[in-house]
């Protein structure tokens, strides 16, 4: 049996990266540079830049970007529809920005700004001081709630992920940091009988 996935087209070539082919639109307010294996991203949030891998190549026509790769082998395959995600986050970031909401569950347990830093009460016998990295913004709109804001998506996801692992959400009480989504599957504690 062969599978449908795996069928190659005419001309040895395959081109099932459905995401990796799709081209980016450009808005007018954002500045696309190419050089080599470099693309800078300028827009009104800030600049952003990113080495994309060898196997990858991109193209600008007017305000079209493509992204090519240059084999069939299974690592450019691979990287094809992450460089173009990639790039289109870069596109976004720098235009309207990314946000990460976190909240914090438990009796006492509270956040406050301290400058550009957070100070988190989550009952150690000390405070938790967590130093924003750069590009990074927090909001606190009340004592329960952390807003990450940046236009680097992957640096937002990756410091909201940094602030939960410093109480991360137990399954009998729901005490602790987690998103705003996230969903904690609550365990029956010991009763005594």
């Known amino acids: 049996?062969?599978?449908?996935?795996?069928?190659?087209?005419?001309?040895?070539?395959?081109?099932?990266?459905?995401?990796?082919?799709?081209?980016i639109t450009v808005p007018t307010e954002v500045q696309v540079k190419i050089d080599g294996q470099k693309i800078t991203v300028t827009g009104p949030k800030?600049?952003?830049e990113r080495e994309i891998h060898k196997d990858i190549s991109i193209e600008m026509t007017d305000n079209i970007i493509k992204v090519m790769r240059k084999d069939d082998e299974a690592q450019s395959r691979s990287l094809h529809g992450l460089t173009r995600t990639l790039i289109n986050n870069m596109i976004i970031g720098v235009?309207?920005?990314?946000?990460?909401?976190?909240?914090?569950?438990?009796?006492?347990?509270?956040?406050?700004?301290?400058?550009?830093?957070?100070?988190?009460?989550?009952g150690y016998s000390h405070p938790v001081i967590f130093e924003a990295p750069a590009g990074i913004t927090f909001d606190v709109p009340n004592p329960n709630t952390i807003i990450v804001n940046g236009i680097d998506k992957e640096l937002v996801g990756q410091t909201a992920a940094v602030i939960r692992?410093?109480?991360?959400?137990?399954?009998?009480?729901?005490?602790?940091?987690?998103?705003?989504?996230?969903?904690?599957?609550?365990?029956?504690g010991k009763t005594g009988k």
């Not at 049996?1 to 081209?23: A, Q, T, W, Y």
């Not at 005490?175 to 989504?181: M, N, Q, V």
């Open 46 to 48: 800030g600049t952003l």
């Open 1 to 23: 049996m062969c599978d449908p996935c795996h069928k190659v087209k005419e001309g040895g070539k395959n081109k099932m990266s459905r995401i990796g082919n799709k081209p």
């Open 95 to 122: 235009t309207s920005a990314y946000s990460k909401e976190l909240q914090i569950n438990g009796v006492g347990y509270r956040v406050a700004k301290q400058g550009n830093d957070l100070n988190l009460t989550l």
């Open 165 to 188: 692992t410093k109480r991360p959400p137990e399954v009998y009480r729901g005490k602790g940091i987690k998103y705003a989504d996230e969903v904690i599957r609550r365990k029956e």
